[in-house]
């Protein structure tokens, strides 16, 4: 008995110089090893596909209405930089404009020839009331008037022009001549992309002698502009 104390003990007092440890975990003590997974995400891309019949007819029938010609035979590479006057002018009198009697004398239509000058040789005036018009621009391309200016054509010398009279808070386009409208087709090579994005390639004029690239966005009432680029 006192040999096995004697051996007991020692063993102890080596234990201790070698720093062993106890071999049975506490549950203070123990340690959960966590396995890490990974995961490899494979993204699809998803190409752009070619217009069907119904979709391209759909395109042109709204390309072709009154309403949206304009936007169509003026070019910009964005909205931001769309040549207003010209938009509007091939609208006639979307965008909730009416057309002034030039024959009638007024204060409002007297207040536009002071800034236009003449309105001997027009033949029409067209007020868009401010509201009613960004309205209408944020329907077709997103953005108000005021950031639709950038490249319109103003004037304070002739009768040409798109002008602002804060009296009234609208906006009129004066000009010499009709708009007669023009017919707007398709060339091949028309796309939709999974966004809804549609780019297609047109033609216009009378007859039809431009071609160009119209891009836009599919709407919950249509579509909205985008850009709309001449072919070089």
Known sequence: ???????????????????????????????????????????????????????????????????????????????????????????KTGAGGTALDINTPSAELGAVEAVAGSLATTNKVIKYPHAQLDAFLMQKIGIPSADAMSNSLWTSTNAFGLIYLEAYDAYYLVGGDDYTGMQIGARTGNSVTPDGVYEVSITFGNPSEISGVVTMQKTADGYQFISNVKNQ
């Open 1 to 91: 008995m006192k040999r096995i104390l004697i051996l007991a003990l020692s063993a102890a007092f080596v234990c201790a110089l070698a720093g062993c440890t106890s071999t049975t975990p506490s549950s203070s003590d123990s340690t959960t090893a966590a396995t890490t997974t990974t995961t490899t995400v494979t993204t699809a891309t998803t190409a752009d596909t070619p217009l069907t019949d119904e979709q391209l007819n759909n395109v042109l029938t709204f390309l072709n209405d009154p309403e949206n010609n304009g936007f169509v035979t003026t070019t910009y590479d964005r909205v931001q930089d769309i040549n207003l006057y010209w938009a509007l002018y091939e609208l």
